[in-house]
């Protein structure tokens, strides 16, 4: 039986009261040393309040591959939707009922992936929301972009990010991660792209996922990848914080098994900062 983890369960809540202050979503992949992976997305809800999760299926061939989308209760778990085809992206969708819902996604191979619990509330603004205690928002005049660490990778605020997640990782007993350029280069480009376009989501507008990302800078090689998101928060502790009191979040965070991250920030015209981290494993 799977039980709810509270307002903060999975990767992330899904409170959508009203416009929110700062937000954060997360994403996992699943792979082999062959370079097959299968991804899936955390459940959320669309602009016009329906629930929506993908999955997609890369490196591996053509073959079946399946989504199924869970509601969280007593008992078994059921799906309430699902879905197959044999490559690239699947999407499924389904009209939103108030609940705790999470993603999983096979393959007929045995790949897999799984989200944790997402709660969803079903307002239309779709937007997930950290909580409790959301950090308030920048100023509303455009602030300078970060400046670049001379002689390193990523600017100051970056490696703040950096050296507190590491902190974190210490007290868990894993291993320092290391900044890498080309993570750092995927990181740096979505929080971009997110706050020039003036959306939040692991998929890119132009369909790309946190892989193709990460693959699209020059990364090769790897075992495991996820990815963290954030807006809103205003400072490198402020968006730690509230990756650490979000369990999907923390997850990725304190995973010994990975030993790489990057680490992006960018504004947008209201000053408003993305962050993401991308973490990979080789």
Same mark, same amino acid.
């Given at each position: 039986?799977?039980?709810?983890?509270?307002?903060?369960?999975?990767?992330?809540?899904?409170?959508?009261?009203?416009?929110?202050?700062?937000?954060?979503?997360?994403?996992?992949?699943?792979?082999?040393?062959?370079?097959?992976r299968?991804?899936?997305?955390?459940?959320?809800?669309?602009?016009?309040?329906?629930?929506?999760?993908?999955?997609?299926?890369?490196?591996?061939?053509?073959?079946?591959?399946?989504?199924?989308?869970?509601?969280?209760?007593?008992?078994?778990?059921?799906?309430?939707?699902?879905?197959?085809?044999?490559?690239?992206?699947?999407t499924?969708?389904?009209?939103?009922?108030?609940?705790?819902?999470?993603?999983?996604?096979?393959?007929?191979?045995?790949?897999?992936?799984?989200?944790?619990t @997402?709660?969803? *509330?079903?307002? =239309? %603004?779709? /937007? #997930?929301?950290?909580?409790? +205690?959301?950090t308030?928002?920048?100023? @509303?005049?455009? *602030?300078?972009? =970060? %400046?670049? /660490? #001379?002689?390193?990778v990523? +600017?100051?605020?970056?490696?703040?990010?950096l050296?507190? *997640?590491?902190?974190?990782?210490?007290?868990?007993?894993?291993?320092?991660?290391?900044?890498?350029?080309?993570?750092?280069?995927?990181?740096?480009?979505?929080?971009?792209?997110?706050?020039?376009q003036?959306?939040?989501?692991?998929?890119s507008?132009?369909?790309?996922?946190?892989?193709?990302?990460?693959?699209?800078?020059?990364?090769?090689?790897?075992?495991a990848?996820?990815?963290n998101?954030?807006?809103?928060?205003?400072?490198?502790a402020?968006?730690?914080?509230?990756?650490?009191?979000?369990?999907?979040?923390?997850?990725?965070?304190?995973?010994?098994?990975?030993?790489?991250?990057?680490?992006?920030?960018?504004?947008?015209?209201?000053?408003?900062?993305?962050?993401?981290?991308?973490?990979?494993?080789?």
């Amino acid at each position: 039986m799977r039980r709810p983890l509270g307002v903060l369960a999975g990767f992330v809540s899904l409170a959508t009261i009203s416009m929110p202050i700062a937000t954060a979503d997360a994403a996992v992949a699943a792979g082999t040393a062959a370079g097959c992976r299968v991804e899936v997305s955390l459940p959320s809800l669309t602009s016009t309040g329906k629930i929506q999760s993908s999955a997609t299926r890369a490196g591996c061939g053509r073959g079946l591959f399946r989504l199924q989308v869970k509601r969280v209760e007593p008992g078994p778990d059921p799906v309430v939707r699902s879905g197959s085809r044999k490559t690239g992206r699947l999407t499924v969708t389904l009209a939103c009922e108030p609940g705790s819902y999470y993603a999983f996604a096979t393959d007929y191979r045995g790949h897999t992936a799984k989200s944790p619990t @997402a709660k969803l *509330t079903c307002s =239309p %603004t779709g /937007t #997930p929301t950290p909580s409790p +205690s959301p950090t308030p928002t920048g100023s @509303a005049s455009p *602030t300078p972009t =970060p %400046t670049p /660490t #001379p002689g390193g990778v990523g +600017s100051a605020e970056e490696n703040e990010v950096l050296r507190l *997640t590491n902190a974190e990782r210490a007290k868990g007993g894993c291993q320092p991660l290391k900044h890498d350029p080309q993570l750092h280069q995927a990181a740096l480009g979505h929080s971009t792209d997110m706050a020039t376009q003036n959306y939040f989501s692991h998929t890119s507008k132009d369909g790309r996922s946190f892989m193709d990302r990460i693959r699209g800078a020059g990364f090769t090689g790897g075992s495991a990848w996820a990815e963290n998101i954030a807006m809103g928060q205003t400072t490198p502790a402020a968006v730690m914080n509230s990756w650490m009191n979000s369990a999907g979040h923390k997850a990725n965070i304190m995973n010994c098994k990975y030993t790489l991250i990057g680490v992006g920030a960018a504004k947008n015209s209201k000053g408003q900062i993305y962050w993401t981290q991308d973490f990979a494993a080789r």
